[in-house]
């Protein structure tokens, strides 16, 4: 991983290219930022979808049960 | 947000201080990607887990509507 290889200052590297580099991975992370806030959202918004779903289940369950209950009695 | 403040050179920034943010950087690009990993195969298992659960339903409503089909006989 990127871990492994740290910058490290060349002969010949100036301020300005570092600079440079610097914002350029601002602008990485803010990317980046707005992604992961999407993502959240998203896993959010799945959590309640499935809640949702095992509740329909439950539902279910529970009507296919008393019909169950009804045909024996 | 930080896209509006970008780095620039002020006097008496040296060339080491620079390297050293943008090694802090670095790592936080690396944390952050690990991280959105990790949400990406959340999402990806709320999806399976979502599909099984409308499966679910969808049986349960077969059994419901063959329950009511067998009680109008």
Redesign the interface.
Known sequence: ???DH????STG????E??K???E??????L??I??KE??S??RQ??V??AK??E??RE??M??SG??A??KV
Request: glycine share 2%; no cysteine.
């Open positions: 991983g990127s871990l740290p910058y490290a200052l590297t100036t301020a300005a570092l600079l580099k610097l914002n991975q601002r602008d990485i992370i803010a980046m930022e992604k992961m993502m959240k998203t896993i799945l959590k979808t499935e779903l095992r329909e289940v279910r369950d009507m296919l019909a169950v009804r045909k």
